[in-house]
């Protein structure tokens, strides 16, 4: 069990127990045939983190979060700013005269 879940990040492990179940079943099915078993299931029931590391992922969770709340942000300012380069480039190329105040 401990070199199944070695292979996988700990993210992995905690959302899937399927897959995880699968490499732990064929592990255990290699060792067993040995002595003539088959083994047709194993089942992990319940995988509870340390607290400090459902802490630490909670913290990753919410960065992630932040980030892409930032760069949603960010890309509405670009489309702002080229929907404003082409209106003042369309005003200059027909003549018109504009002007900007930033705030």
């Not at 590391?53 to 489309?79: G, N, P, S, Y």
Request: proline letters at 1%; hydrophobic letters at 45%; aromatic letters at 4%.
């Amino acid at each position: 069990m401990r070199a199944a879940i070695g292979e996988l990040e700990l993210d992995e492990v905690l959302h899937a127990r399927a897959k995880l179940n699968t490499m732990i079943c064929e592990t255990v099915q290699d060792a067993a045939l040995a002595w003539g078993l088959e083994i047709k299931r194993y089942e992990l029931t319940d995988i509870s983190p340390d607290k400090h590391i459902t802490e630490a992922m909670d913290k990753q969770a919410a960065a992630e979060r932040e980030r892409r709340k930032q760069v949603h942000r960010w890309l509405v300012v670009k489309a702002i700013l080229v929907d404003s380069s082409l209106a003042f480039a369309s005003c200059r190329h027909n003549g018109i005269t504009v002007h900007c105040i930033c705030v």
